[in-house]
């Protein structure tokens, strides 16, 4: 599965921009880092289903959670992106496996393609 982001490139790097003019680059970065499973999978250009996700450490009461494994190619803050996000049934990420941060796009493209 490959779509394009709901949210254009240029608005979401506007986004970055006002968080760093309001709190300044290195907070800016910190926050980023804190949220990154959002800034990753908000800023998404490429998107592909890797399979369904079962993990033992659910409390018996969320059995019913169904997660699906899913990497990521985005790019903002001036670098490209690769990841793996946990997505739940709704489309919303839960959660980061992995995240690699790349200058050259051909190098988070073959990341991307790797997804593992």
Not at 22 to 32: D, H, K, N, Q, S
Not at 61 to 74: K, P
Not at 96 to 110: G, I, M, P
């Amino acid at each position: 599965m490959t779509m394009i982001s709901a949210m254009a490139n240029g608005a979401f790097e506007a986004r970055i921009e006002a968080l760093e003019h309001e709190f300044g680059a290195i907070l800016a970065g910190r926050i980023m880092d804190a949220e990154a499973v959002d800034f990753l999978w908000e800023a998404r250009m490429k998107e592909r289903y890797l399979g369904q996700h079962f993990d033992i450490c659910f409390p018996p009461d969320d059995e019913d959670v169904e997660l699906s494994r899913v990497a990521v190619l985005s790019a903002f803050g001036g670098s490209w992106h690769a990841g793996v996000c946990l997505v739940d049934g709704e489309g919303q990420a839960v959660d980061l496996l992995w995240q690699q941060t790349f200058e050259l796009r051909e190098l988070a493209e073959s990341a991307f393609a790797r997804g593992v």
